[in-house]
Structures are given as C-alpha cells and as structure tokens.
C-alpha cells in the first residue's frame, strides 16, 4: 500500500473546521494577559479599526497576528498558545469537521490543517485533531525570540497554495487527488486545482459561486462539545477579524 494511499485531505480552519478564528483568539490572548511588546499592543486597536474601514486587507491582518508575537520568547509562545487553545479554542472545534478528520484519518489519508493564523496556535489544533502536518504563518525566531519578520509565503491566497503543494510534492501526492475542506473565498486558487473541493459555511456570494463551479457545498454547524460556563473572550471588534 502506498503511504496514505496517495491521497490528503486539507481543512482550513477559521470559520470551518473551527467556529471562530483561531489567530483572532491567540492574539486576543497575547492582547489581554500584556504578554505583547508595548509598543506592538499600542497598534493593535488601531489595526483593527482601520481594518474594520477596509484601509488594510486580509493579507494584512494574517501577518500581523505573527507580528504581534514578536519580543516573546517561543518557548513562552508555545506555553500561552496551549494555554489559549484548551481554555478558549479547543470548545470551537464543529462536530462535522471533527468527524470529517476522523474519517479522512480512518481511510489512511494525509490530514493537512491549514490557516493563515500563527503557527504556535495551528500546532495546538493539528496535536488534537491527530493532523500530519500543520501549516500556519511562521515569524523568524532569533536567539530563542519571536521577531517581527515573518518566513515567506504567507499563508494565504497563493501562499497557502504554495505551502500546502510544498507538502504534497514531499510525500509523493498528486494535489489533483486531494480534497480541500474551506469556507474563503481567498483559497480559490487551492479549490481551483483539487479534486475534491468542499465550501464549508460560504458566505452568499462564495457560496453562488461554488455552485456555478460545481463544487460541494456543506454546512458545518454545532461545536464538538460545550464550553464551559467562563464567557466568551472575544468583543464585538475581535469576531470581525477573518482570514
């Protein structure tokens, strides 16, 4: 038998195989316990609020969710990022997409997860999902140090393209045999070139589009299990953010 019979399942994570956006939440976190350099945090509302005004795009806001890490030590990263995953994110993970990991995993496919939120986070979620590899947006770590440069492509639009076929060319699968679990718009030219694409929760005019292309469209709905009683971590401003 080939290894995972040749063929990957790949899941994009905010606002499909997760209800919410795992980077949102992680930069929330770093946010609310003052762990960000200060100069860093002093920009993030206003960030937010040039964002919510269409002055910085998509691409913008997945790489400074990595920025904001920078001047933390990655061990220290790592220990907030599992933190922040089984306190705030792991509740989000939706019934339907933890089953369709779990019958991916069955069949002896590659599992891939992949998001333009920073790395520390997207490792968390690929441990409990059991993922063979995890893909988020990485910043250079210096002398043990997050820093403010991010390693390219950035994982979004073509980029995560680039990285999700980077993995495949590695264990020898076609991307044309691959399925692709997604809600954006912005992985188009990923859904363009599997043969399996899935619209998970499109918004209307993704989802039109899909059906004109002939691609599944699936909802997604209810998370794997019940949060706990603590209220929710995010503002009004924080769920606005999307990649």
């Known amino acids: 038998m080939q290894p995972f019979q040749r063929t990957a399942a790949i899941f994009d994570i905010d606002d499909s195989l997760l209800d919410g956006n795992a980077g949102t939440i992680f930069t929330w976190y ?3 316990k003052r762990e960000m350099d200060a100069v860093v945090r002093s920009t993030v509302p206003r960030a937010l609020y040039d964002y919510a005004r269409k002055r910085l795009s998509e691409a913008d806001m997945v790489a400074l969710g990595s920025k904001c890490q920078q001047g933390i030590r990655a061990d220290r990263l790592r220990e907030l990022a599992h933190k922040c995953f089984e306190r705030y994110v792991k509740k989000r993970v939706t019934q339907a997409g933890l089953r369709a990991v779990r019958r991916h995993l069955l069949m002896g496919h590659l599992v891939i ?4 939120s920073p790395q520390f986070i997207i490792d968390e979620l690929g441990r409990f999902l059991h993922a063979h590899e995890a893909i988020g947006t990485r910043a250079l770590i210096k002398d043990g140090v997050s820093s403010p440069e ?8 073509e980029g995560k393209r680039e990285r999700v076929k980077e993995i495949l060319a590695r264990h020898g699968i076609d991307v044309g045999r691959c399925y692709l679990y997604s809600d954006s718009v912005a992985d188009t030219p ?3 070139e599997v043969g399996h694409p899935v619209v998970v929760n499109p918004k209307p005019a993704f989802r039109a589009e899909a059906l004109r292309r002939g691609w599944e469209v699936v909802a997604w709905e209810g998370r794997w299990k019940s949060g706990t009683a603590e209220e929710e971590p995010l503002g009004e401003g924080w769920l606005s953010w999307e990649s």
């Open 30 to 32: 770093l946010y609310s």
């Open 113 to 116: 997860v992949a998001s333009g």
């Open 150 to 157: 991010l390693l390219p492509p950035i994982v979004f639009r």
């Open 190 to 192: 990923l859904f363009e």
